[in-house]
């Protein structure tokens, strides 16, 4: 316009307070719109003309639409919403495992309550085959419990890999979602004239803040506008226009569970970069696997294994009502030989060799010894000269001493496990051993006839009372090896008197026909036949597999027999023992019962959901805060907007008075010079 | 500070949608009675009330457990109260046939009484308890434990096996006695040692069952007699002891010689047996630890023979085989049903000449002492019994005290607090009141309104 020209400022008043007017339209319109940050206009003197007496004004533009937003508080939210929705999937899914673990009817302390008390019902009363028979079921009752809440926790399991695949989808859609907006807004600025388009900027914003409830991001940004988005340890996922993706792969190593994958762009290099991702729902899923549902589905496997080795070890030590020893009670693994000679049968524990091996080496692992095993997962690998076994929770690594240098290569126990490999591996190979992550998947009772409970012992003493005249008295015999080709045979010992006196002082074992056990079933005493005896010192005698106590003042002539327990079926001296195991300490390295170790689960689980709630809600409250301190500025308040559409509207009647009295000036003019 | 319009509706809201989370949470809590909702409440606290629950269930099997034991208990006791009166009657017609006014003819009628008492005692002895076990069998409850064997013994098939029950952690009880222990590991005699005449004497010698006095040292002991080694044969006799080895104990002077040595010293006259007083104490016993006398009139054998007429100053001679012998042994085992068989068989035997009366009475002395022994044994177990059900009865109360105790503990671990929890549930319900009805005003707050 030209100087002074009162119409041209009137009009760049009212064009300037017209677009300010639209802008507060703008703020109102979008009042509820997430991410919208208010927008002002900027309004600044025009550059004022020269005249000879003075700088005349030129009226008012506007400059730029400000977008009103704190680069420092957007970040604030960004990074709090990642840590709240990591802090809400990690609690949502840990209390569904955490209600499971503690409920009276799915739980497992009320089955394995019911079953030990059946146990007692039948060692009240061991010949009655309804106690036996509610006993199995209870059995039943327990495994089923296993097995139910096994399900689960793999339905859980799958659960996660699903949350996985979709957060990625997910992921990948929001960061194409975000590049496309890049190249929008690099297109816009260049149409703009390099001004922000701010609308295509809180979009944006909005954009990265739904990517961080998947993920924690960071961003960079770049000089011409757009905004780089990189994961995890530096991994690229946004550059510009272009983006990387991440995959939800399998691994080949460890199928149950999903990794993710992403290939570098610069290198072309595939990897897992599972352990790196933090925050967001995927960061709350991942911890979930890692620290609840992992070590929730080995601590019941851990239990499974407690339970039925324990068990069974005992009950093969007694005598069921067929007058046979007892059989395995609680069964559905796989048994080897044990690496340590004289032992019975392991039950085989879950190991894999890596996919990438090099060599053919097979690892095969036993359970060596329940009470230290532990619900963690290991990886071997060897350097070519020694063996290390990794503890995949802790990292910590342990050494292995071998027991026999192969091929097959054997180990000594470590953590309960029995380790061999059956060939030399190549220094890179990995085996993967999981021990405590099947079997509460695979318990099962392996009795369905109640005569097969085995309550009674197979061994019973007694003395010969028709013959004896002397005090003596025998113990019970306790059994030192379950497995000795003697064990039941019948062995009597018959005192005399090597001064043909009525009490005596030595004796002989024999067997029913009275000719003498050979020595070499006899381990105590030491020497030949007759054994010398003083009724002040007694006798502690072990044959056979089988150990006695003889005690007390016995004469010539007087007999004991230890033999079959045949027809024993009111014998409960096993069904006790049993009973015992209720209380025993037979878990994590021998501190823990049954029960405690379940306990120890629970505290686990419950804890771990504790924190989780307790930290979400910590985060939300801090991302409220965070809210509202970019509300502070962003934020759209309708009142102050009112306020100010009252004043720019006044503005404008200014303005356009301001016209109307040019106009009216004009007029005045016009009328003045016409003739 | 500016607020926006949009975060002054989110505090609001947010307000009033914890309140509702938190009413929520405590209308749970008093649907359910319980604190905890789930285990992250309190999540030491739901592992402890676990603990609890597993105690408190194992404690009420205990109390289960405990009544089994009492009601099996008390079977066993009712069944040998029945055992020891039988027993006792037979004791009490024991010294009804001891006495010499009755005849082999009354006898015979009190053997009748003798073997229906015997049938009751074994049937008493195979009682079953409530799920057909035999309660005396041992291990072997589903056999039978007491029979006939069809010589006049009697056969057992049981074990001595005694089942235990667990009353608590800590406490078992015997459920039961064996068939051994209870009627057959009985000691026949006077319980230490059992005295009998041998079958092949031909005098009227009895031999009462004798004490112990002192320690008893356990042999074969042999008392024999001798014609009076001075005077008349129908004067007197004199006695001599024996051990096992044939050894001479009695008279002291002899001792240690063998039985062939001291025959020959008394044939050449420089030994003497010990006075043979009837009925009086045997000397030099006391120091192996025994007691006893006999009485009646023993028969020795000599060459030549002594008769009423042999002139004083005849020499003879007697031979370690002439004489009646009576054992002094340790006691065997005897079960109760032969100490009554033994009866029974007494009561018709010959009783006619003096000597089958002399043989009567010696069973009968044997068959009084070996039911003493067994009635003797019957009351103890019952005594044991008692002592049990005692025990049972005390663990029951003490059990029922701990479930009281743990069950206290178990509640106030899990249970509501209703008082605390309704006044909360109220405050609560206010709380949400107010924050609805501040959203309603503030909400309704706008310039535009007076625009």
């Known amino acids: 316009m030209s100087d002074g020209d009162m119409l041209g400022v009137g009009v760049s008043g009212l064009q300037a307070f017209q677009r300010s007017l639209t802008t507060i339209g703008q703020n109102i319109s979008n009042v509820n719109t997430e991410g919208y940050s208010r927008q002002r206009v900027n309004l600044t003197a025009r550059y004022p003309s020269p005249s000879g007496n003075g700088f005349v004004g030129n009226g008012v533009k506007a400059i730029a639409t400000e977008r009103l937003f704190s680069e420092y508080s957007t970040d604030q939210v960004r990074q709090r919403t990642a840590t709240a929705s990591s802090f809400n999937v990690l609690s949502e899914f840990a209390s569904q495992v955490d209600n499971l673990v503690a409920d009276p009817d799915a739980g497992l302390s009320p089955a394995i309550n019911d079953f030990f008390d059946s146990l007692q019902e039948v060692s009240d009363d061991p010949a009655s085959i309804p106690a036996r028979n509610v006993l199995l079921t209870n059995a039943e009752s327990l495994v089923d419990r296993f097995a139910t809440m096994d399900s689960w926790l793999s339905n859980l399991q799958k659960a996660v890999n699903d949350k996985i695949v979709n957060e990625v989808s997910t992921i990948n859609e929001v960061a194409s979602a975000i590049a496309g907006l890049n190249k929008d807004i690099i297109v816009a600025r260049g149409i703009g004239g390099g001004q922000d388009p701010n609308d295509l900027l809180d979009k944006r914003d909005k954009l990265v803040n739904d990517l961080s409830e998947s993920l924690s991001v960071r961003t960079v940004k770049a000089d011409d506008g757009s905004i780089n988005i990189f994961v995890g340890n530096g991994q690229s996922l946004v550059l510009g226009t272009k983006t990387m993706k991440l995959t939800a792969i399998d691994n080949p190593d460890d199928p149950q569970n999903k990794d993710i994958g992403y290939v570098n762009p610069v290198t072309g290099a595939a990897g897992s970069v599972t352990s790196m991702l933090t925050g967001g729902d995927l960061g709350g899923i991942l911890t979930f696997r890692k620290e609840v549902l992992q070590p929730s589905i080995n601590s019941l496997g851990r239990l499974a294994l407690g339970i039925s080795t324990t068990f069974n070890a005992l009950h093969e030590q007694g005598q069921d009502l067929n007058g046979q020893l007892g059989q395995d009670f609680f069964g559905g693994f796989t048994e080897i030989p044990s690496l340590i000679t004289g032992n019975p049968n392991v039950v085989q524990l879950y190991a894999t060799e890596g996919v990438n091996n090099t060599s053919p080496a097979l690892i095969t692992v036993g359970l060596g010894d329940v009470t230290n095993v532990s619900t963690d997962e290991y990886q071997l690998s060897t350097d070519g000269a020694s063996y290390y076994l990794k503890n995949l929770s802790t990292n910590d690594i342990q050494t292995l001493t071998v027991s026999a240098a192969g091929p097959p290569f054997e180990f000594n126990t470590v953590d309960g496990l029995e380790i061999q490999l059956d060939s030399s591996p190549a220094i890179g190979d990995v085996f993967f051993i999981r021990p405590t992550r099947n079997p509460s998947g695979q318990i099962n009772v392996a009795i369905t006839d109640p005569n097969l409970i085995a309550a009674a012992e197979p061994i019973k003493t007694n003395a010969n009372y028709v013959i004896n005249r002397g005090s003596a008295s025998i113990s019970e015999a306790t059994i030192i090896d379950i497995n000795n080709a003697n064990l039941l045979d019948t062995v009597k010992i018959v005192y005399s008197s090597s001064t043909g006196g009525t009490v005596a002082d030595q004796f002989t074992i024999v067997d029913s026909a009275n000719v003498a056990i050979p020595a070499g079933q006899i381990t105590s005493p030491a020497g030949a036949q007759p054994y010398a005896y003083s009724s002040s010192a007694g006798a502690l005698i072990e044959v056979n597999g089988w150990q006695v106590q003889l005690s007390g003042e016995a004469f010539d002539g007087d007999e004991f027999v230890v033999e079959q327990n045949a027809s024993g079926v009111s014998d409960n001296r096993n069904a006790l023992a049993l009973g015992n195991l209720q209380s025993a300490g037979t878990m994590i390295g021998g501190n823990a019962s049954y029960g405690d170790a379940y306990s120890e689960l629970v505290v686990l689980v419950g804890n771990k959901t504790r924190q989780a709630e307790v930290s979400y809600e910590a985060q939300n409250a801090l991302l409220a805060q965070a809210k509202s301190l970019r509300d502070d500025l962003s934020g759209v308040n309708l009142d102050e907007e009112a306020a100010n559409l009252l004043k720019f509207q006044q503005s404008y009647a200014a303005a356009a008075q301001v016209i109307s009295i040019a106009d009216q000036i004009f007029q005045t003019l016009i009328n003045a010079i016409r003739r | ?451």
């Open chain 2, 1 to 451: 500070m500016r607020v926006s319009t949009s975060a002054l509706t989110q505090i609001s809201l947010d307000a009033m949608l914890k309140q509702q989370t938190d009413l929520s949470k405590t209308q749970l809590q008093v649907t359910n009675g319980q604190r905890l909702t789930a285990p992250s409440d309190d999540p030491y606290g739901s592992a402890r009330s676990l603990n609890l629950i597993e105690t408190v269930s194992q404690n009420d099997q205990y109390q289960v457990n405990s009544s089994y034991a009492k009601n099996r208990l008390s079977l066993e006791e009712g069944t040998l109260e029945g055992v020891g009166n039988a027993a006792q009657r037979v004791r009490e017609l024991m010294v009804m046939a001891n006495n010499d006014a009755q005849n082999i003819e009354t006898r015979r009628y009190i053997k009748e009484e003798v073997d229906q008492l015997l049938e009751q005692v074994l049937a008493l002895a195979n009682s079953v308890d409530s799920t057909g076990e035999y309660i005396f069998s041992g291990y072997q409850g589903k056999t039978t434990p007491f029979g006939s064997d069809g010589l006049g013994g009697f056969t057992y098939a049981g074990d001595d096996g005694q089942r235990l029950i667990k009353m608590s952690e800590s406490t078992s009880v015997a459920m039961g006695d064996s068939g051994v222990d209870t009627f057959l590991n009985i000691k026949n005699g006077n319980g230490t040692f059992q005295t009998r005449e041998d079958v092949a004497n031909t005098g009227t010698g009895i031999i009462d069952p004798g004490s112990e006095i002192g320690l008893y040292v356990p042999d074969d002991y042999s008392v024999k007699f001798l014609p009076p080694s001075s005077g008349n044969y129908y004067d007197g006799l004199e006695y001599y002891v024996l051990d096992s080895a044939g050894d001479i104990i009695v008279p002291a002077s002899d001792a240690g010689n063998p039985e062939a040595t001291f025959i020959a010293n008394y044939n050449a006259g420089t030994s003497a047996g010990v006075p043979y007083e009837e009925g009086a104490e045997i000397q030099g016993l006391n120091n192996n630890g025994m007691k006893l006398s006999i009485s009646g009139r023993p028969n020795v054998t000599s060459v030549p023979p002594l008769t009423e007429s042999t002139p004083l100053g005849t020499t003879f001679t007697v031979t370690a085989a002439g004489s009646d012998v009576f054992a002094i042994q340790p006691s065997n085992n005897q079960s109760l049903f032969q100490t009554i068989k033994n009866f029974s068989n007494t009561l018709v035997s010959p009783q006619n000449s003096p000597e089958d009366l002399a043989k009567f009475h010696n069973a009968m002395n044997r068959v009084m002492v070996d039911i003493d022994e067994s009635v003797g044994r019957v009351l103890e177990i019952r005594s044991r019994i008692g002592a049990r059900l005692n025990t049972v009865d005390k663990q029951l109360n003490i059990n029922e005290a701990f479930s009281l105790q743990m069950n206290m503990t178990l509640s106030s671990i899990q249970d509501l607090d209703y008082s605390e929890a309704i006044t909360r549930l109220n405050l609560q319900l206010v709380g949400l009141q107010a924050a609805q009805s501040a959203y309603t005003k503030i909400q309704g707050l706008s310039l535009f309104n007076y625009l």
